[in-house]
């Protein structure tokens, strides 16, 4: 699992764009840039949806106040579905980037994938919360158990910037 003061892994996420989706380099979103970064398990699904995305909707002014330059939400889910999802919870509108990690390559290279085969999710990502800077993690928040968004929700990551 990568760990504070570790480079991201270099991977292709899925954004939509004007004309479809796009790719987006992760490195290229991090280079010289202060990014905060969540991740959910997947789009739609209960926590995700009424706790961790609003958490980063209701702070998003006070991670700019800290210089933090933009705040992405990534999961294992096709562009199609992140972009909906960016205007249901109005993430899009907030100005959150919704990233889809389509292939599960950025989560499985930071070691992040886990399978709930009974709950029908296989090949996602566990929940998470980082500050990177110019590519480099310097805070990762992780969550005990499933269904829980504390130490992950935007307030749990202003108070680990301090």
């Known amino acids: 699992m990568i760990s504070v003061g570790e480079k991201l892994p270099k991977a292709n996420l899925v954004v939509m764009g004007a004309n479809g989706p796009e790719p987006v380099s992760i490195a290229d979103k991090t280079k010289n840039r202060k990014v905060a970064i969540f991740a959910v398990p997947g789009a739609y699904t209960p926590t995700c949806s009424s706790a961790h995305v609003p958490s980063f909707i209701r702070t998003k002014d006070q991670f ?6 933009e705040i992405i939400c990534i999961s294992v889910n096709d562009p199609f579905v992140m972009a909906a999802w960016g205007k249901e919870t109005s993430a899009t509108e907030a100005g959150i ?31 998470y919360a980082m500050l990177v800077e110019n590519g480099e993690v310097k805070i990762l928040q992780m969550e005990e158990g499933r269904g829980i968004c504390e130490l992950t929700a935007g307030e749990g990551l202003l108070e680990a910037m301090g």
């Open 64 to 69: 700019a106040a800290k210089g933090v330059d």
């Open 97 to 127: 980037t919704m990233l889809a990690d389509a292939e599960c390559s950025l989560t499985e290279a930071m070691g992040m994938r886990f399978d709930a085969a009974p709950a029908g999710l296989i090949a996602r990502s566990l929940r």
